[in-house]
């Protein structure tokens, strides 16, 4: 049984820092693409960024570029993301997911159930 658990999220004030963790069991995790999205209440869900499977691409949404930061380390099965700079609007839950390289939901096979982040003004 595949399992993605996020952990990491919490409240922060604007221009502060986090990072997310997102460890994975059940699959063979340096196959897989990993990413992160984010849903805000009354929104889609939408993509932050991606990784490659040997870590050596990551790809960002424009809203985050220069702000957020992807790596993995295969020998824990874990995908990171760090936070800076963080703004109001950055506030939601964040996702991980397990699959290919793309921003698109059907683009992955297999999701966490989400961490929430706050960001106060």
């Known amino acids: 049984q595949v399992q993605l658990v996020e952990s990491g999220g919490g409240l922060v004030q604007a221009g502060g820092s986090l990072s997310l963790s997102c460890t994975a069991s059940?699959?063979?995790?340096?196959?897989?693409?990993m990413a992160w999205f984010r849903q805000a209440p009354g929104n889609e869900r939408e993509f932050v960024g991606a990784?490659?499977?040997?870590?050596?691409?990551?790809y960002y949404a424009d809203s985050v570029k220069g702000r957020f930061t992807i790596s993995r380390d295969n020998a824990k099965n874990t995908v990171y993301l760090q936070m800076n700079s963080l703004k109001p609007e950055d506030t939601a839950d964040y996702y991980c997911?397990?699959?290919?390289?793309?921003?698109?939901?059907?683009?992955?096979?297999?999701w966490g159930q989400g961490t929430q982040v706050i960001v106060s003004s």
């Open positions: 997911a397990a699959g290919g390289i793309g921003p698109l939901d059907l683009d992955y096979d297999y």
């Open positions: 059940g699959l063979t995790f340096s196959s897989y693409g």
């Open positions: 990784i490659t499977w040997t870590g050596d691409r990551t």
